[in-house]
């Protein structure tokens, strides 16, 4: 056993160092063209408009790239979030822990509550920020219309924010969010899918057939799929849930709502 230990501890002493030393040599590539940078703009600004001293340098050496890149989860799932909510328009939207960008920008057009485990001092008009437990949420039975909760189940009793570990945590979660809804309501819920998994601490991986199970209370109007292959397909709207045992960490889109 204490060789096993040994093992791991070793393991996992290794994984961030060959990390840290591979994105060091990239950025060890990248310094040549960098400070040739540097000395012709140095050469450039005659004008004396701005300060530019090697003092004060701010290097980013890993921004040249052909295209941009983008974590294809968190620019889609809020993008197809924001377009639902303005085809069902509600008076009022809350939102459980999802992404700050989405809550901020759709406060521009109606009032937004956001709730999170650990509270966002955020400060701005339309929008009102909390504190709150996803599996013990402040609200009446069958009381909110227009509720959101994406990617953030997966998380919860793996203990990475703080929680408690509890191996059901995501599914007394799901009860909730369930009992909060009201009748003919939607919720917008978003986790990983692909074959069912945890990988500890981050988040659980779950199939199509699980998440539907869980919420077996509500019919499910919409699912779509951000996949694996995202830069060839985008977000799949209306995806077949086949495509969900393809992926490895696809992004699962899902409109529910209570009848």
């Known amino acids: 056993m204490n060789n096993m230990n040994n093992i791991v501890r070793t393991t996992l002493i290794k994984i961030p160092f060959v990390v840290s030393l591979y994105l060091f040599s990239k950025k060890l590539i990248a310094l040549p063209w960098f400070l040739s940078d540097y000395f012709k703009l140095k050469r450039l600004s005659k004008n004396g408009r701005f300060v530019i001293k090697l003092s004060e340098l701010f290097p980013c050496l890993m921004d040249k790239t052909i295209t941009t890149k983008f974590e294809s989860h968190y620019i889609y799932h809020p993008a197809w979030a924001a377009r639902i909510i303005k085809k069902i328009s509600p008076e009022k939207h809350i939102d459980i822990s999802s992404s700050l960008h989405f809550s901020t920008m759709l406060s521009a057009f109606i009032p937004v509550e956001y709730y999170d485990y650990r509270p966002a001092p955020m400060n701005l008009d339309n929008l009102i920020s909390k504190k709150a437990n996803l599996i013990s949420l402040p609200f009446e039975d069958g009381s909110i219309k227009s509720l959101s909760c994406m990617h953030?189940?997966?998380?919860?009793?793996?203990?990475?924010?703080?929680?408690?570990?509890?191996?059901?945590?995501?599914?007394?979660?799901?009860?909730?969010?369930?009992?909060?809804?009201?009748?003919?309501?939607?919720?917008?819920?978003?986790?990983?899918?692909?074959?069912?998994?945890?990988?500890?601490?981050?988040?659980?991986?779950?199939?199509?057939?699980?998440?539907?199970?869980?919420?077996?209370?509500?019919?499910?109007?919409?699912?779509?799929?951000?996949?694996?292959?995202?830069?060839?397909?985008?977000?799949?709207?209306?995806?077949?849930?086949?495509?969900?045992?393809?992926?490895?960490?696809?992004?699962?889109?899902?409109?529910?709502?209570?009848?």
């Open 152 to 259: 953030v189940v997966e998380h919860i009793g793996l203990g990475r924010y703080g929680d408690p570990l509890d191996v059901d945590g995501d599914i007394k979660a799901i009860r909730e969010l369930t009992r909060v809804l009201s009748v003919g309501g939607s919720l917008l819920f978003v986790v990983p899918v692909g074959k069912p998994k945890i990988q500890f601490n981050a988040h659980r991986i779950y199939s199509y057939e699980q998440v539907v199970e869980y919420f077996a209370d509500l019919k499910l109007k919409e699912f779509s799929l951000v996949p694996d292959d995202y830069v060839e397909n985008g977000l799949i709207i209306n995806a077949d849930p086949v495509l969900v045992r393809k992926q490895n960490w696809g992004c699962g889109c899902f409109w529910f709502t209570k009848e």
